[in-house]
């Protein structure tokens, strides 16, 4: 299992919920290892091409993710799972709000009084997510794919069709 791959808890999870093969295609690869391919590149932003050949061929991650993104298959994945991590308790829907970040004039700045925050090591950044459960990790990774499939649509509906 490579960094960054579900764990067996987060799969055991995500499971329940995928959708089974038809077999009017063929047998669909396995499902992990697929999902564990489109999590690297949505993390990574590599091409399609570039993933590592322990995920399979490049392509068939990409068609599993693209079909998956089109037919609405994350976000009803998505859903599935913040209602088990609800229904667990494992979710906090208190009210986040964050504000736009307006730069300042140079002049209009001031000048510093104190001496710059240092920025926190790696391994702090590690400690900070160890408190997370499989639930919350799940659904955080889940939000980056909708997100990416999301992109994909406005990205798709904006474009001029492609004439053969």
């Given at each position: 299992m490579?960094?960054?791959?579900?764990?067996d808890a987060e799969w055991e999870r995500l499971r329940p919920f995928l959708p089974v093969s038809n077999r009017?295609?063929?047998?669909?690869r396995d499902h992990r290892q697929v999902i564990d391919g489109i999590l690297y590149r949505v993390r990574t932003g590599v091409q399609w091409r570039d993933l590592p050949e322990r995920f399979g061929p490049w392509k068939t991650?990409?068609?599993?993710?693209?079909?998956?993104?089109?037919?609405g298959t994350w976000e009803r994945l998505l859903r599935q799972i913040q209602a088990?991590?609800?229904?667990?308790?494992?979710?906090?829907?208190?009210?986040?709000v964050d504000s736009s970040i307006v730069r300042?004039?140079?002049?209009?700045?001031?000048?510093?009084?104190?001496?710059?925050?240092?920025?926190?090591?790696?391994?702090?950044?590690?400690?900070?997510h160890q408190?997370?459960?499989?639930?919350?990790?799940?659904?955080?990774?889940?939000?980056?794919?909708?997100?990416?499939?999301?992109?994909?649509?406005?990205?798709?509906?904006v474009s001029p069709p492609s004439s053969t």
């Open positions: 490579g960094r960054g791959d579900l764990s009017r295609c063929g047998r669909w991650v990409y068609e599993r993710h693209r079909l998956w993104s089109a037919d088990e991590a609800d229904a667990a308790g494992e979710i906090d829907w208190g009210v986040s300042a004039h140079q002049h209009a700045a001031g000048a510093r009084t104190d001496p710059p925050p240092v920025p926190p090591s790696k391994g702090d950044a590690a400690a900070e408190d997370e459960t499989p639930w919350q990790s799940l659904v955080a990774r889940l939000v980056e794919v909708v997100q990416e499939a999301r992109a994909w649509a406005a990205r798709a509906a």
